[in-house]
């Protein structure tokens, strides 16, 4: 079964300090793709950050960054100098392979405390 | 480039009445997700079109769920009868492809059924 694991339900950081969000998935296959998504307390849920896994690089957006680790199935995301406006649910997801389906995890309520 | 719109933003109405949603996706993507979303849960699947016809309905209830993409544009997604179960944020999304593209996501319709 391929799975999304976010074991961190929720957060609380000092506004500034830097905070790693962990996601841990279960799949069998080489090639794929992982995404970090946002929802503010507005709703919409937008893009943080993507990384393919084919590449041996960090995926790295302004203060945003990912810590991947293929044969650990972990993708983390990291995000430095933390912001009020990061505040938000942070879910991890991806693609299941043969039917696409985006599986995501069931999030990680962050808060970043002035 | 204009976002995934969804409408209405919110919905009330009493158990067994009957509901729809409206997505139109961003130009060009030929994937379209319907996610329900309950309070403080990650967004759960319900269908996803390639074009205008179906990829993954399998957690669609479909003994009251329907859902359509008219000529692989716009979608509605119906709920008849609604149960207080039903109560949730649907989301819209709408992609280039099903596996390496992000997700765009519109802003949801939080439905409350009483």
């Known amino acids: 079964a391929q799975t999304v694991t976010q074991s961190q339900p929720e957060m609380s950081v000092q506004e500034a300090e830097t905070v790693t969000l962990s996601c841990t998935y279960d799949?069998?296959?080489?090639?794929?793709?992982l995404f970090w998504y946002k929802q503010p307390p507005s709703r919409q849920m937008i893009l943080v950050i993507r990384?393919?896994?084919?590449?041996?690089q960090n995926a790295t957006e302004n203060r945003f960054s990912v810590n991947f680790q293929k044969a650990a199935k972990s993708f983390s995301l990291k995000i430095s100098d933390s912001q009020l406006g990061d505040t938000a649910m942070y879910f991890c997801?991806?693609?299941?392979?043969?039917?696409?389906?985006?599986?995501f995890g069931k999030g990680t309520r962050l808060h970043i405390l002035p | 480039e204009a976002g995934v719109a969804q409408s209405p933003r919110y919905k009330i109405i009493e158990k067994r009445q009957s509901v729809a949603f409206w997505c139109n996706p961003i130009?060009?993507?030929?994937?379209l997700y319907w996610y329900q979303q309950i309070l403080g849960q990650g967004p759960k699947l319900l269908i996803q079109?390639?074009?205008?016809?179906?990829?993954?309905d399998s957690q669609l209830p479909k003994d009251r769920f329907s859902a359509e993409r008219l000529k692989g544009v716009d979608s509605t997604l119906k709920i008849q009868p609604a149960k207080l179960e039903d109560s949730a944020v649907y989301l819209c999304?709408?992609?280039?492809?099903?596996?390496?593209?992000?997700?765009?996501f519109g802003n949801g319709t939080r439905l409350t059924v009483t």
């Open positions: 997801a991806f693609p299941r392979r043969g039917d696409d389906k985006i599986i």
């Open positions: 130009s060009g993507h030929a994937t």
């Open positions: 999304a709408s992609s280039l492809d099903r596996t390496r593209s992000p997700l765009h």
């Open positions: 079109f390639q074009n205008n016809g179906v990829v993954d």
């Open positions: 990384q393919e896994a084919y590449k041996q």
């Open positions: 799949t069998s296959e080489n090639n794929y793709y």
